[in-house]
C-alpha cells in the first residue's frame, strides 16, 4: 500500500502545537486595511486555537 500524502495547502495554514492542538491565523488581514482600525488590525495579527470539530478534520488532512 502506498503511503498517504499529507495535505500541502493545510500543512501551510496550521501549526502543530507541543500539547497536539491546532493553530491557526485570523481571516480579513489580506487587504482593505485602510478602513479597519489599528486596534482591529493588531487582534487580527494574533493566532488562535482551531475548535475540536475542526482540528478533528484538519488533522486528517495533515496525516497526524
Known sequence: ????KSHR???K?????????LKRNKA???HLKEKKSSKKKRTLRKSV????GDAK????????
Open 1 to 4: 500500500m502506498p503511503k498517504i
Open 9 to 11: 495547502g493545510s500543512m
Open 13 to 21: 495554514r496550521f501549526k502543530l502545537t507541543k500539547k497536539g492542538k
Open 28 to 30: 480579513y488581514t489580506g
Open 49 to 52: 486555537l482551531l475548535n475540536k
Open 57 to 64: 478534520r484538519v488533522k486528517k488532512l495533515i496525516c497526524v
